[in-house]
């Protein structure tokens, strides 16, 4: 927590992604607010890999506040973690198809 407010402090003004925005008007809809949100629970395992709920900027950063540690419970949190940014980086990155045979 104290890492995620020390970084709202230092970066206070941060636009909520497009597909995150609700579009209650047709000029929201023609800005794009909505557009390519994907409902998590209607997705394989509950989780819409590859979709992004921070801003822009730190996405691209990497930034992860939850760091979970080894002992415990938080040892299956780290697994779940691991798996999902696993699933998040082939959503994101595919693997090229294989070359066609001649």
């Not at 909505?34 to 509950?46: I, K, N, S």
């Not at 979970?68 to 798996?83: T, Y």
């Amino acid at each position: 927590m104290k890492a995620a407010f020390a970084y709202v402090r230092a970066n206070p003004a941060r636009p909520v992604p497009l597909h995150l925005r609700n579009a209650p008007t047709a000029v929201h809809k023609n800005e794009g607010y909505g557009t390519h949100y994907r409902y998590a629970h209607d997705e394989p395992q509950a989780y819409a890999a590859g979709q992004t709920y921070l801003p822009e900027a730190m996405t691209a950063a990497g930034i992860h506040f939850y760091q979970p540690n080894r002992r415990g419970f938080e040892i299956k949190l780290a697994d779940k973690l691991e798996q999902l940014r696993a699933l998040d980086e082939a959503a994101n990155h595919p693997a090229p198809p294989p070359p066609e045979k001649t």
